[in-house]
């Protein structure tokens, strides 16, 4: 079965500084990598995906994410934050049944 | 394009008292659907998931079950909510690897 660590809790960045969250992921084969963000009280919003091919995925709201398959990893980024980045993020991962295993969430907040 | 609706947003309940939860998606056919629980402070379990019309997978024991009457709704219940039952409850579905959420319930066990 496939799993996936987020091993920050919680990261506090300056409003236009630099963010990286971290996402390790454990499965046989390539797997389907996800990265959702959450508002408080709100359901989850796909940020971007990686299935195949180029190993830089862009997604929405200026994030982008990298596959690397040596380290097990697909870390989110995002050159400047905005306060309005401010939510929950995880990291996902999918097999080949389509059912979906999250890590336990980066929260970032988001300070003026 | 495809939406889904999960209702009640928020629910107060005492214990031992029964659960319906609704989700119903609009806009695709056949999908695979999915009850996930997010615990405070915690990541998202998925609870069930179903390919079909009264096809259900637990994923966990619990005290919560899942049913798919039509081909676009599927329903979370419990004939008796417990305190450990409070959460916020996700439903989901795909058509592929990719899953689209709705906006959840808080339901509070007190």
């Known amino acids: 079965a496939q799993s996936v660590t987020q091993p920050d809790i919680h990261i506090t960045v300056s409003e236009g500084a630099s963010l990286e969250l971290r996402c390790n992921y454990s499965?046989?084969?390539?797997?389907?990598l996800f990265w959702y963000v959450q508002s408080p009280g709100q359901g989850l919003q796909l940020l971007l995906k990686y299935f195949s091919g180029d190993t830089l995925v862009q997604g929405i709201k200026g994030f982008e994410a990298e596959f690397k398959r040596s380290q097990s990893s697909f870390n989110l980024r995002k050159p400047s934050v905005h306060w309005s980045d401010a939510a929950e993020y995880f990291c996902?991962?999918?097999?080949?049944?389509?059912?979906?295993?999250f890590g336990a969430g980066t929260t970032v907040t988001v300070r003026a | 394009s495809q939406t889904i609706h999960q209702w009640p947003a928020t629910l107060v309940q005492p214990v031992g008292s029964p659960l319906s939860l609704e989700c119903t998606v609009e806009g695709t056919s056949n999908p695979n659907l999915y009850w996930y629980r997010q615990a405070a402070g915690r990541g998202l379990q998925l609870l069930f998931y179903s390919v079909g019309i009264g096809q259900i997978s637990s994923e966990v024991p619990q005290n919560l079950s899942a049913s798919r009457p039509q081909d676009r709704q599927f329903i979370l219940s419990s004939k008796k909510l417990l305190l450990s039952d409070s959460g916020f409850y996700l439903c989901?579905?795909?058509?592929?690897?990719?899953?689209?959420f709705g906006q959840g319930t808080r339901l509070t066990v007190v």
């Open positions: 499965y046989g084969a390539t797997p389907y």
């Open positions: 996902a991962v999918g097999a080949v049944d389509y059912k979906l295993s």
């Open positions: 989901a579905w795909s058509a592929g690897p990719e899953a689209f």
